[in-house]
């Protein structure tokens, strides 16, 4: 009987070690919607690309629009660049940090959310922090995206209060879900809107209604938000795909989503049983991690009523999913925070949402 307990004493602390010893994962259960099935069955289309442009800008997370015309990027070394209604690519400005969500106020001033330095605002000369990155002794962890309403709050997602930028693949095996979204309106003065999201991510409104929409990366969930309670109801479920930044397109009324990657079934069922995905991260330390899903350019054009009104997919290829999509000079614009230049197609030929 000695020998038996000794064997199950050494059993139950390898377990234990194994579970949550050094190098463990810090596992949530994280409990999702299946893909839809009429999305599914939607899938199979691909869409060739009108163009592929500048392949030696690397890292362009966002393409927003500006109030002079000229449509703005931000790289990963640190430059934002315009592209001028002639075609001309210029640098705009450097925020010496890792640039990621791009918005203008209403007064033309343009704020942006930098992964290693905070939320920032250019002040025509230089870089005025609002609300500076935890290493620079602020709150901000994982300062993503950003929109700026009417009244000029800004609505601002800080994806995790765990990983920071760089460190999302392991916020994904985790189920992490610290994000929150802020509302700041003025430098150093905010509220939290919401929290305990998982990895909140891109955000854009309605000028005409005040809506906000916003990514539940890690859930396949787009939100609906009001800017003043917070309060958020659900308005797609069950996407095919990761969804990362979101556009919102005031000529049709359609909320574009870039998905950088299809959904992992292995992957989703697991979040639903930590104990098991902390036993699975130990194989996965020795075996590296499993073939990821393919990753298309992806994007879906959803209706502020929660109907999948496009699904313009491309064709796939070894460069790395599209982070971004906006909607400009009628073409559809796809990059992505680890890929080269901007991929861009024709608009479907639907016009937008229907009335009603």
Do not use: C
Request: charged share 20%.
């Amino acid at each position: 009987m000695r020998i038996i307990a000794i064997i199950v004493a050494i059993l139950a602390l390898v377990l234990g070690l194994a579970l949550y010893g050094p190098g463990s994962i810090a596992a949530m259960r994280l409990d999702l919607s299946p893909t839809q099935d009429a999305l599914a069955a939607r899938m199979g289309e691909v869409i060739e690309p009108r163009r592929v442009e500048r392949t030696d800008l690397h890292g362009a997370e966002d393409v927003e629009p500006g109030p002079d015309g000229s449509l703005y990027t931000s790289l990963a070394d640190g430059r934002i660049m315009r592209r001028t209604p002639a075609g001309e690519w210029l640098e705009a400005m450097n925020t010496g940090g890792r640039p990621l969500g791009l918005a203008f106020g209403p007064d033309g001033d343009l704020f942006v959310a930098d992964a290693l330095r905070g939320l920032l605002r250019w002040d025509g000369q230089g870089w005025e922090v609002w609300l500076a990155d935890r290493s620079e002794g602020g709150p901000l962890v994982f300062t993503d995206d950003l929109t700026v309403m009417e009244d000029g709050r800004i609505i601002l997602t800080d994806a995790s209060l765990r990983h920071g930028y760089g460190d999302h693949m392991m916020s994904f095996l985790e189920a992490d879900q610290t994000g929150r979204i802020l509302s700041v309106t003025a430098p150093g003065e905010y509220s939290v809107l919401a929290e305990g999201l998982a990895f909140i991510n891109g955000v854009d409104h309605d000028p005409a209604t005040g809506t906000v929409y916003v990514n539940e990366t890690w859930a396949g969930r787009i939100w609906t938000l009001d800017p003043d309670s917070g309060a958020m109801a659900v308005l797609v479920d069950g996407l095919p795909g990761y969804p990362d930044n979101l556009d919102f397109d005031p000529q049709t009324g359609l909320i574009w989503s870039a998905l950088p990657s299809l959904r992992s079934e292995e992957l989703d069922t697991l979040h639903g049983k930590p104990l098991l995905k902390r036993l699975v991260w130990r194989l996965l330390q020795i075996n590296g991690l499993p073939d990821l899903p393919d990753r298309p350019p992806l994007a879906v054009g959803v209706t502020p009523q929660g109907e999948i009104r496009h699904i313009v997919q491309g064709p796939v290829s070894p460069a790395d999913g599209v982070t971004g999509v906006t909607v400009w000079n009628d073409e559809i614009w796809m990059s992505g925070l680890a890929r080269d230049g901007f991929t861009i197609f024709a608009i479907p030929g639907a016009a937008g949402p229907e009335e009603g």
